[in-house]
């Protein structure tokens, strides 16, 4: 049973341009969870997708938006950066649509706007 | 949101029993209670949930009051593994989840 992974580890940006994060869920886990972290802050909700559909958002702006491929995997994108977009992104994968079971988070990715 | 009240930071003597708190006032009746745990600069990991009845595993055990406005997560013997930063979150059916900033256990020799 593999975790779950994202790529890139690492990224710089500058204002302006746009990203793609991907997030691999674990296996057998249908439902993908996306976060931003900010340094000294803990997790910041921005949307959940269960099977394929957006089925929750957080108080994040529309630039950011993301999908979830049949195989559950999953992009987040955020386009016109912002210097405050800077930040670790997380993605969590589960199972189920409610939010009644633990999440497994991956390692993140970390994202710097210049 | 969802919100929930911890004490910033807290240390612990190594051997010991971590007791980390955590108020939840406004939980309804069918959210759970959930901690959580991140090292410095890893994802999020998932320790224990519960409903209203005390819940143990190996990591941990969660003890949840009867009127289920606070909880106490215990780690009976601390580790310096254990030094990271703790969440005490709720949610279930369609809430979302909502992470408050935690409570930074340092574990200390």
């Known amino acids: 049973e593999t975790g779950v992974t994202q790529s890139p580890t690492h990224l710089i940006k500058t204002r302006g341009q746009q990203v793609t994060l991907r997030c691999s869920s674990q296996s057998g886990h249908n439902t993908v969870s996306w976060y931003q972290q900010a340094l000294g802050q803990g997790p910041q909700f921005i949307f959940q997708?269960?099977?394929?559909?957006?089925?929750g958002r957080g108080n994040f702006p529309p630039r950011f938006s993301g999908l979830q491929f049949p195989n559950y995997s999953s992009e987040l994108n955020v386009n016109a950066l912002e210097l405050d977009d800077s930040a670790l992104y997380l993605c969590?994968?589960?199972?189920?649509?409610?939010?009644?079971?633990?999440?497994?988070f991956g390692p993140g990715t970390r994202l710097t706007v210049l | 949101d969802a919100k929930t009240t911890q004490p910033p930071s807290m240390d612990c003597a190594e051997g010991r029993a971590a007791n980390l708190p955590c108020n939840h006032s406004?939980?309804?009746?069918?959210?759970?209670v959930y901690w959580y745990r991140q090292i410095h600069s890893q994802g999020p990991q998932y320790i224990i949930h519960?409903?209203?009845n005390n819940e143990t595993n190996e990591m941990a055990s969660l003890i949840i009051t009867e009127d289920r406005k606070s909880s106490t997560l215990i780690l009976p013997h601390a580790t310096l593994r254990d030094t990271a930063v703790y969440y005490c979150i709720y949610s279930g059916g369609y809430q979302k989840v909502t992470f408050g900033i935690g409570t930074k256990l340092q574990v200390i020799p």
């Open positions: 997708y269960y099977r394929e559909e957006e089925n």
């Open positions: 406004t939980i309804s009746g069918n959210e759970y």
């Open positions: 519960g409903l209203k």
């Open positions: 969590a994968s589960s199972f189920g649509e409610l939010s009644y079971n633990e999440q497994f």
